[in-house]
């Protein structure tokens, strides 16, 4: 039993690491700047799969990444992704998902608890994102709010409301798979 619960949760793992590269792909054109729906799917995988294996699919989706096939924003793909001005959203990406997880504690019905800990995780990819940026640019701390993060504060909102219906539909389903 516990090996095909491991199988399924590597599956389901396996799938969030899939749409977070969709996601990527998946852009709303709402204002000057795109929404991409890639850190939707890194919430989802905190809220589905828990911080641990939430991790693991996030890893899974960087080292994808990383190795150069087209799985980050504007299908780009490659180690200069990481190490480039974005880097630092990507890398938050990993204590994202884990405190996302962490927090929701694969809550089954509190979407207060699932949009805290979205919001909790959208403050630490900020903090990764927006210091690595200025970091590698040298721009002032202002400017650099203005353009890595003002802009999708909206966007973010929408995803983390999103994310957190989407995640009251999907537990029992993905719990019922995990008790068979």
């Given at each position: 039993?516990k090996?095909?619960?491991?199988?399924?949760?590597?599956?389901?793992?396996?799938?969030?690491?899939?749409?977070?590269?969709?996601?990527?792909?998946?852009?709303?054109?709402?204002?000057?700047?795109?929404?991409?729906?890639q850190?939707?799917?890194?919430?989802?995988?905190?809220?589905?799969?828990?911080?641990?294996?939430?991790?693991?699919?996030?890893g899974?989706?960087?080292?994808?990444?990383?190795?150069?096939?087209?799985v980050?924003?504007?299908?780009?793909?490659g180690?200069?992704?990481?190490?480039?001005?974005?880097?630092?959203y990507?890398?938050g990406?990993?204590p994202?998902v884990?405190?996302?997880?962490?927090?929701?504690g694969?809550?089954?019905?509190?979407?207060?608890?699932?949009?805290?800990?979205?919001?909790c995780?959208?403050?630490?990819?900020y903090?990764?994102g927006?210091?690595w940026?200025?970091?590698?640019?040298?721009?002032?701390?202002?400017k650099?709010?203005?353009?890595?993060?003002?802009?999708?504060?909206?966007g973010?909102?929408?995803?983390?409301?999103?994310?957190?219906?989407?995640?009251?539909?999907?537990?029992?389903?993905?719990?019922?798979?995990?008790r068979?």
């Amino acid at each position: 039993m516990k090996n095909s619960n491991q199988l399924r949760m590597i599956v389901f793992a396996s799938l969030l690491a899939a749409l977070m590269a969709a996601g990527a792909y998946l852009a709303i054109p709402i204002g000057p700047v795109p929404i991409v729906l890639q850190n939707m799917f890194v919430f989802l995988a905190g809220l589905l799969l828990g911080s641990r294996w939430g991790l693991a699919s996030v890893g899974v989706y960087l080292l994808t990444g990383a190795c150069g096939l087209p799985v980050f924003a504007g299908g780009l793909g490659g180690i200069g992704r990481i190490v480039g001005p974005t880097g630092g959203y990507l890398i938050g990406y990993l204590p994202a998902v884990f405190i996302v997880g962490y927090i929701s504690g694969k809550s089954t019905t509190r979407i207060g608890r699932d949009v805290l800990a979205m919001i909790c995780g959208t403050i630490v990819l900020y903090a990764c994102g927006v210091t690595w940026l200025k970091t590698l640019t040298g721009m002032t701390w202002s400017k650099t709010l203005i353009v890595g993060m003002y802009p999708f504060l909206v966007g973010d909102a929408l995803k983390i409301a999103a994310a957190a219906v989407i995640a009251r539909a999907l537990r029992p389903i993905i719990g019922k798979g995990l008790r068979q």
